[in-house]
């Protein structure tokens, strides 16, 4: 009972999770490469804009605001045409 609702969790048995998890990774590796990120840049910037969170006050939390409407410009309907294709099976 308790393997069904890992699998339930995990949308799939672990090893078929894992396995995919790994080539998704693989492909973001491969992407980041090719687009010249690093991990070490990627949380250079990070630990950067958290410092600037303290610098800039409540104008950060508007530029957040921006950025999180402008994301969800893109992932809404994503989500959502994934969620109409998922009902359709």
């Given at each position: 009972?308790?393997?069904?609702?890992?699998?339930?969790?995990?949308?799939?048995?672990v090893?078929?999770?894992?396995?995919?998890?790994?080539?998704?990774?693989?492909?973001?590796?491969?992407?980041?490469?090719?687009?010249?990120?690093?991990?070490?840049?990627?949380?250079?910037?990070?630990?950067?804009f958290?410092?600037?969170l303290?610098?800039?006050?409540?104008?950060?939390?508007?530029?957040?605001?921006?950025?999180?409407?402008?994301?969800?410009?893109?992932?809404?309907?994503?989500?959502?045409?994934?969620?109409?294709?998922?009902?359709?099976?």
């Amino acid at each position: 009972m308790a393997n069904g609702n890992i699998e339930r969790f995990l949308g799939g048995s672990v090893l078929s999770v894992l396995v995919r998890l790994i080539f998704i990774s693989l492909l973001v590796g491969a992407a980041m490469a090719f687009l010249g990120l690093s991990p070490r840049g990627l949380y250079e910037v990070v630990a950067r804009f958290v410092r600037s969170l303290g610098d800039l006050g409540f104008g950060a939390v508007r530029e957040i605001g921006q950025w999180v409407i402008a994301g969800a410009l893109i992932v809404i309907p994503l989500w959502l045409l994934s969620r109409l294709f998922a009902a359709r099976r």
